[in-house]
Nanobody, 127 residues
């Protein structure tokens, strides 16, 4: 069972940057794709970015493409989300999660394909 702990959230002005981290426990971290999702108040959880188990493939929501970068360090059991050019509409609680399928060949952006959600980290972007 993989447990996930997100960190790195905070308050930043529009145009600024933050780097989120998601530390995973468990020996099988490197065999699973990882995803970042976010949920704003009153809205459903939405996909942000995903990375394959090897790190060789990434997938982004259109709303963050070109501004956010997902990466992973399997030696450290950690996945990152570098967020640049932040906008007020990026304000949300950000969650990481593990793919339900081991070594999926095509990364998914579907919420139901992920499990073991972390507790989330708040990102607030002021205008």
């Amino acid at each position: 069972q993989v447990q996930l702990v997100e960190s790195g959230g905070g308050l930043v002005q529009a145009g600024g940057s933050l780097r989120l981290s998601c530390a995973a426990s468990g020996r099988t971290f490197s065999s699973y794709a990882m995803g970042w999702f976010r949920q704003a108040p009153g809205k459903e959880r939405e996909f942000v970015a995903a990375i394959s188990w090897s790190g060789g493939s990434t997938y982004y929501a259109d709303s963050v493409k070109g501004r956010f970068t997902i990466s992973r360090d399997n030696a450290k059991n950690t996945v990152y989300l570098q967020m640049n050019s932040l906008k007020p509409e990026d304000t949300a609680v950000y969650y990481c999660a593990v793919d339900r399928l081991v070594r999926r060949t095509v990364v998914s952006g579907r919420t139901q394909e992920y499990k073991n959600w972390g507790q989330g980290t708040q990102v607030t972007v002021s205008s």
